[in-house]
């Protein structure tokens, strides 16, 4: 692309563990320059320019002009394209890249859609005109035939029952069925017709001959009740013309009641179709012939046509001259189809020329567009010389950018070389993540939560396993697994072919932007299938179980019959266990498999322990990249007075009860035993520790050993008590300390930075001391002590907004509804803090709110330490999830595919085939898609709330780089939505 | 097999990966975020296996199956010591 060369960013700085340092530049650039550099850095795409002028309105920026030239073009295009896609043209796309050009080259493209927009133009205008004329020629020859057939028939027409011609009250009764008045076609003067007496009639004549010559317009004035009087001659006439079929049945209808049946039509269908000359659709449409007689009736008869915009034509009386005429209609109807064709040739030789650019002069004019667009954002300097700019870019392609502006300063041939100068701001940068193809689903999951801060940890890294792996902890089942890995292979695989097929199905692409996603999940998922031992709910035993037989000969002897052989007896631990042998070496034990009956509580206990485990292992995982965020921002006060409290709370009361879990599953056997020094009985007294941990929380005093009825709750290792107390302790100790010591130094700081306040400084720590200790009791009593004052009487003081009070309420609105004990100890200190803090030194005319500072650090507080508990059963959900999966999937097998079993024979064989296809379908539908679908969102739950949380800010914006690639994409995709 | 072979072989078979597979990783951009996935697949494999081998490892119940399957394990797994049948 180059030959300047691009240096890859160092491997140290891979801008995904955290967003790549940027830094605000100013760019100088000549104006002559700017369009060539512009284009540069577009081809880049690494950077962000600001809006300068953010004052001046889209119409009064510099380049206006020039956009709106690049939209007209644009604007032609599109007509091309559409003309193209008219004639199912193929169009040339091979989405190659053509480069930017020059902007006096603007002018010859403007010149070349101009001259083929106006080609076009013509050619269709041209092609119109001669349609219309085509069609109607075609109408014309086919009127001339039409008419002819009615005059021939109405000649060969044999004659009428001479009553009819009398029978006026019949005819007009019976006058709009044609084929009765066709009937009286050959007579010479066949019938009369009136709806009153004293009428004007018109009345066929016919010739000697039996040819119809002419319809010799005849003047008649009949008395009807006169019959003697014989019919006199009458002026009869027609008009023949071309209407469309389907409003033919309301003409007819309107023909007949307006000119009250005084008129006669015919009709005959044109079999050939019409093309419309302006829309192009097919017409169907049907010639008709209407014989009236007098003006008046000629005047209506042709509104009427006009109405229903019926074309007429003129249609000679004579055969000869209609002879004459279709012979002349034919001549020219073939001149018009050569012309036609070549008209037609001219248009399609352009098209198929134009087809072969016109995605390429589309993707420049966007490129040109997008150019002026982004130099309506740069200031224009005094001298009108200079273009000043300001960016954002990433600190590691400084380089790039550079060379970038230097090769667009040389391609315009300017003399002045463009400047970068970077800047210092205050201003905080965007977060740019890099990324590819793989990593970016990934980062996507965590960019839905919210943007990193500039420069934080960004969890996308960890998120790459840890997703997929607490994912499959509730998806855990190797078939399953399988059915999903596949899946996300074949999108991998068939990655370049289905990004070349730009299917537009949503739910397709959500899929397919998350193939690695699937893929990972589908592996992690046959590996925790592989340890819980579940393939379609079936378990394989592949290193031999670890349990025997603990029945004899006389057991199997007593338990003979049907009813007997159902019966659940339990292997006893202590005896079918093959202790030396070690417990199954991989994964769960087939034999668990096998217990229909208790298989849940074995699984239960394991799964909530290790969701458990796994879920605070995580969250202090969190806590670890919370240190490595403070380090790297340097705050120190962060890591003291936030980090080791949080980790002292999180150690002290959730990695204690950890520690406690393995010690139980090390410790306590099924046997009897010495645990600790004290005597333990057997499985009956192995500790409870969720009753404990309550205990603990409680400081319940409790028994020693393993004694008494309720041996289970008693202290089971030696200086349990002491150590409880100790750890809840300092826990507890840790929460005021996570909340004011960070608030409080800072306070500090403000006040040795403003240099003045050490006079204050003794007495204000004092209170702040006392206020601290103060929230202790607080904590305690406060809440009781209101609830029982509210409960003890209605009296009239509930409410009274006082100064403090709207304050209280925003912390309350803040809380959300946490707690409410908590909420009070909350807004109670920055009160009494405020209150101080204004005595100290008059109101906020510094930086540092402390009101802010303090409702901030209230939240965060509360949050980790309720937090802590909420999330740490928050993890029973790997449990709960990875229950129903596994029972779900238990009961589709038991329920459909177990019943093809039962057959024996051609039938069995047919059942199973049949039910396999049931099963499979059920298995991807519900277990797969469904269950799928709840696992993720239930890991992305987990990522979210529960593993951010603790070191995730989320407060960046991302970056949005001026990228040719970034805009074209977008443009093709809103062009493919329309 | 005993408890300790295979705790040690599995947790072996992790720490190798988890340790030494992050030297392999070619040179590159990527490196680091390759590096990163090897050991955290490592850790929360072997993590997830430990766990379930923990529990298994004392049992404080025993599985109750019907008396046909006790028959059969008596049959296909054998009986345990001191039964006779």
Request: aromatic residues 12%.
């Amino acid at each position: 692309m180059d030959q300047y060369g691009t240096a890859p960013s160092p491997a140290e700085h891979p801008g995904i563990f955290r967003s790549e340092e940027m830094c605000l530049a100013q760019l100088y650039i000549q104006s002559e320059a700017a369009y060539g550099c512009v284009a540069e850095l577009g081809e880049l795409g690494l950077v962000q320019f600001r809006d300068l002028n953010p004052d001046i309105s889209a119409f009064q920026r510099k380049y206006v002009k020039e956009v709106r030239r690049c939209d007209e073009m644009e604007r032609k295009l599109r007509f091309l394209e559409r003309e193209i896609k008219k004639d199912q043209v193929p169009m040339l796309d091979t989405g190659e890249n053509p480069d930017v050009p020059q902007p006096r080259e603007m002018i010859d493209l403007e010149a070349t859609f101009e001259k083929l927009e106006n080609e076009l133009r013509e050619v269709n205008q041209n092609e119109e005109t001669l349609k219309k004329n085509f069609n109607e020629l075609t109408e014309l020859k086919h009127i001339l035939r039409k008419t002819q057939t009615f005059f021939e028939e109405a000649g060969t027409e044999g004659m009428a029952p001479p009553e009819t011609a009398h029978d006026a009250e019949t005819l007009e009764l019976t006058s709009v069925p044609t084929g009765s008045m066709f009937a009286n076609f050959g007579l010479p003067i066949v019938f009369c017709c009136a709806s009153t007496p004293n009428v004007n009639c018109f009345c066929f004549l016919q010739h000697e001959e039996l040819q119809v010559e002419a319809l010799l317009p005849l003047e008649v004035t009949r008395d009807l009740h006169a019959p003697d009087t014989p019919a006199l001659i009458m002026q009869l006439r027609f008009v023949a013309g071309v209407i469309q079929r389907e409003r033919l049945p309301a003409f007819e209808r309107l023909l007949w009641r307006v000119c009250r049946g005084n008129v006669f039509l015919r009709q005959s269908d044109i079999d050939d179709v019409i093309q419309d000359a302006v829309t192009g659709e097919s017409v169907n449409k049907t010639v008709f012939i209407i014989f009236f007689q007098g003006d008046q009736l000629k005047t209506k008869v042709k509104k009427i046509c006009e109405g229903f915009r019926a074309t007429l034509y003129p249609c000679p009386d004579t055969p000869q001259e209609r002879r004459e005429m279709s012979i002349g209609v034919m001549t020219r109807i073939e001149d018009l189809k050569t012309v036609l064709g070549q008209t037609q040739d001219h248009r399609h030789r352009v098209l198929v020329a134009a087809s072969k650019n016109v995605r390429m002069w589309l993707t420049k004019v966007r490129k040109i567009k997008s150019i002026y667009h982004t130099l309506n954002l740069f200031n224009i300097d005094v001298t009108q010389k200079c273009l000043i700019a300001e960016c954002w870019c990433p600190v590691n392609e400084l380089e790039r950018i550079k060379m970038s502006l230097k090769r667009g300063t040389e391609d315009s041939g300017s003399q002045v070389p463009s400047i970068l100068h970077r800047m210092e701001t205050s201003e905080n940068p965007p977060t740019y993540h890099k990324t590819n193809k793989f990593t970016r689903g990934f980062q996507e999951i965590v960019d839905a939560y919210g943007m990193a801060t500039y420069r934080e940890i960004n969890p996308a890294p960890y998120t790459m396993i840890t997703f997929p792996f607490l994912f499959a902890v509730m998806f855990g089942d190797m078939g399953h697994g399988t059915v999903m890995l596949l899946a996300g292979l074949f999108f991998i695989l068939k990655e370049k072919q289905l990004e070349a097929a730009r299917i537009r199905d949503e739910i397709f692409n959500t899929f397919f932007n998350g193939r690695y996603v699937i893929f990972l999940m589908g592996a992690f998922s046959i590996y925790t299938g592989f340890i819980y031992n579940d393939i379609f709910s079936k378990s394989i035993n592949l290193f031999g179980s670890s349990w025997r037989n603990t029945y004899g000969a006389d057991f199997f002897q007593e338990h003979l019959t049907y009813e007997e052989q159902e019966k659940p007896f339990m292997l006893v631990p202590e005896k079918g266990f093959d202790s030396p042998g070690g417990p199954y070496p991989f994964g769960l034990d087939p034999v668990w498999n096998l217990a229909e009956s208790n298989k849940l509580s074995f699984l239960n206990s394991m799964k909530m322990k290790a969701s458990v485990i796994l879920g605070i292992t995580q969250m202090a995982f969190g806590l670890m990249l919370s240190l490595y965020n403070h380090r790297y921002f340097k705050s120190d006060l962060d890591i003291k007075w936030m980090f080791i409290p949080q980790a002292l709370f999180l150690g002290c009361i959730f990695v204690y009860l950890c520690l406690q879990i393995i010690a139980k599953w090390l410790f306590f056997t099924a046997e009897a035993n010495t645990v600790f020094g004290y005597d333990y009985p057997g499985s009956n007294c192995a500790p409870s520790l969720l009753i404990g941990l309550i205990n603990m929380f409680m400081q319940k005093s409790r028994d020693k050993g393993f004694e008494g009825p309720t041996c289970y709750l008693n202290f089971w290792y030696p200086g349990q008590s002491f150590f409880e107390f100790i750890f809840l302790a300092v826990a507890i100790c840790c929460v005021p300390v996570m909340l004011f010591a960070k608030p409080y130094l800072m306070w500090k700081e403000d006040q040795l930075r403003r240099g003045r306040g050490h006079a204050h400084l003794a007495p204000v720590e004092l209170i702040l001391l006392v206020v601290a200790l103060v929230q202790v009791p607080l904590m305690l009593f406060a809440k009781p002590y209101l609830l029982w004052r509210r409960q003890k009487g209605y009296q009239p003081q509930i409410d009274q907004p006082g100064t403090s009070g709207g304050f209280q309420q925003s912390v309350r609105a803040d809380m959300n509804g946490e707690d409410v004990e908590v909420v009070q100890h909350a807004d109670e200190p920055p009160k009494e803090n405020g209150a101080s803090h204004g005595g100290g030194h008059g109101h906020g005319d510094g930086p540092l709110d402390m009101g802010d500072v303090m409702v901030y650090q209230a939240i965060h507080t509360i949050e980790f330490v309720l937090g802590c508990v909420s999330h740490t059963a928050s993890y029973l959900r790997l449990w709960a999830l990875s229950l129903a999966h596994a029972q779900l999937s238990d009961v589709l097998w038991t329920m459909v595919f177990r019943h093809a079993f039962g057959f024996d024979g051609y039938l069995g064989a047919f059942i199973t085939y049949a039910l396999f296809f049931v099963f499979f379908f059920l298995s991807v539908g519900i277990l797969v898609l469904m269950e799928g679908l709840s696992a993720f969102l239930h890991a992305l739950r987990l990522h979210w709330v529960e593993f951010q949380s603790k070191f995730y800010g989320g407060h960046g914006y991302p970056f949005a780089p001026f990228s040719f690639e970034k805009i074209l994409q977008e443009e093709r995709e809103a062009e493919e939505q329309a | 097999m005993g408890v300790i072979i295979p705790l040690v072989s599995v947790s072996a078979f992790w720490l190798v990966i988890g340790l030494g597979g992050p030297f392999l990783v070619p040179k590159g951009v990527n490196r680091g975020i390759v590096q990163t996935m090897i050991v955290l697949t490592a850790v929360c494999c072997w993590l997830f296996w430990i766990l379930v081998y923990l529990h298994q490892l004392n049992p404080l119940i025993g599985p109750q199956i019907s008396v046909k399957t006790i028959r059969w394990i008596s049959e296909k797994w054998g009986d345990a010591k001191g039964v006779k049948n």
